[in-house]
């Protein structure tokens, strides 16, 4: 086979996994750094966590954090009504599992939605590098490229991107449209996909409670997040904020 030609089965497989681990990490600095600690002010993290996370995310998403913290707020605001920027139920469950990137995209960059949702949100040093999302995606591909060669390394580059998109999607389709629900709010509890996502699959949880940095309500119910933060917090590099008892 061509395929045989150009890279061994071991090496696509080992690319794969490194794909996974890839995606993982990025999921994880998005739920911590960009959902819960930005956008909800759920954590404080200790700053040398703050710029890690922040250079993982402009590194392996090309997200610009306070573009994504006020899409964010907004559809909280006018979550599964008119005005939500990304709701299965206004625009179509289809549309935002498969299209959810354009639609965050068009809100991402109206300028009135990010002066409005993100007043509290200030620039510093770190955004002059930070701001340039394209250089660290850049990056990111070419230490892909380096790693498994040209055409494995852009197939694993690829790969992480749509990874990344898809599960993104999910939490915005998907969580609001299937699974279980334990409080009375239009979004849904999806365990295999808070396996996934680093906990941001307990979606219905978090509705309810979304100033909280934990989003498992159940001790069954899977939050690598909030494991996340529970460790960092022992260390003294994170601190949740007061938020609502959490269930058994």
């Known amino acids: 086979m061509l395929d045989s030609l150009l890279f061994s089965t071991h090496e696509l497989m080992l690319a794969m996994a490194c794909v996974f681990c890839t995606v993982q990490i990025a999921t994880l600095c998005t739920t911590v750094y960009l959902h ?47 005005g939500d920027p990304h709701s299965p139920y206004v625009h179509g469950f289809w549309q935002i599992q498969l299209l959810n990137y354009f639609y965050y995209r068009r809100e991402a960059a109206n300028p009135e939605t990010v002066a409005r949702f993100t007043r509290d949100v200030v620039n510093d040093r770190w955004d002059r590098l930070f701001s340039r999302t394209w250089l660290g995606l850049l990056l990111f591909a070419g230490t892909l490229v380096v790693a498994f060669g040209p055409l494995l390394g852009a197939i694993a580059f690829v790969a992480h991107v749509l990874l990344y998109i898809f599960l993104n999607s999910s939490i915005n389709g998907a969580a609001h449209w299937i699974g279980y629900q334990r409080f009375a709010n239009s979004a ?13 699959g307990l979606h219905n949880n978090h509705h309810e409670f979304p100033g909280s940095s934990r989003f498992a309500q159940r001790w069954w119910e899977i939050d690598p997040g909030w494991y996340t933060i529970a460790i960092l917090r022992s260390l003294g590099l994170a601190q949740p904020a007061p938020s609502v008892a959490i269930g058994d």
């Open 36 to 82: 819960r600690a930005l956008s909800h002010r759920a954590v404080t993290l200790a700053r040398p966590v703050e710029i890690a996370m922040r250079a993982l995310i402009w590194l392996t998403t090309g997200i610009e954090p306070r573009q994504w913290a006020a899409v964010h707020r907004k559809h909280h605001k006018f979550s599964d009504a008119e």
């Open 188 to 200: 849904r509890n999806m365990w295999f996909l808070a396996l996934l996502t680093a906990g941001e």
